[in-house]
Nanobody
Framework: VQLQASGGGLVQAGGSLRLSCAAS????????MRWYRQAPGKEREWVAA???????DYADSVKGRFTISRDRAKKTVYLQMNSLEPRDTAVYYC?????????WGQGTQVTVSS
C-alpha cells in the first residue's frame, strides 16, 4: 500500500491550495483519514481528520479555513486550504488508519509567502 500526496506548492498569503492523497493497493477497512503537517524545526502536528461516519474535526489553528473530505471509491482524502497564512508553511502528510495497519504518505511541501 502506498499513499501518494500531491497538490502542494508556493502560494501567497490569503491564497488557496487543495491537497490530495490517493492510496494505491489494497486497504481493507479504512477507518480514520487524517492530515498532519511538520514545519521546519517543529514536531509533526495533527491538522484534520475525517471519521468513518463522515464527521470531521480540525485543529484550532486551521478551523474555519481548511476542509477535509474524501472519495471512498477512489481511496482518496483531500484537504482544501483557504486563507493560507505564512504559519501554514510545512510539509503536509496524509495518514490512513485501517483495520490491518496505519499508512503514511510521503509528504507534500506547502509554502506560504507573506
Amino acid at each position: 500500500v502506498q499513499l501518494q500526496a500531491s497538490g502542494g506548492g508556493l502560494v501567497q498569503a490569503g491564497g488557496s491550495l487543495r491537497l490530495s492523497c490517493a492510496a494505491s493497493g489494497s486497504i481493507i477497512g479504512i477507518k480514520v483519514m487524517r492530515w498532519y503537517r511538520q514545519a521546519p524545526g517543529k514536531e509533526r502536528e495533527w491538522v484534520a481528520a475525517i471519521l468513518p461516519n463522515g464527521s470531521t474535526d480540525y485543529a484550532d489553528s486551521v478551523k474555519g479555513r481548511f476542509t477535509i473530505s474524501r472519495d471512498r471509491a477512489k481511496k482518496t482524502v483531500y484537504l482544501q486550504m483557504n486563507s493560507l497564512e505564512p504559519r501554514d508553511t510545512a510539509v503536509y502528510y496524509c495518514n490512513i488508519d485501517a483495520v490491518y495497519g496505519t499508512y503514511w504518505g510521503q509528504g507534500t511541501q506547502v509554502t506560504v509567502s507573506s
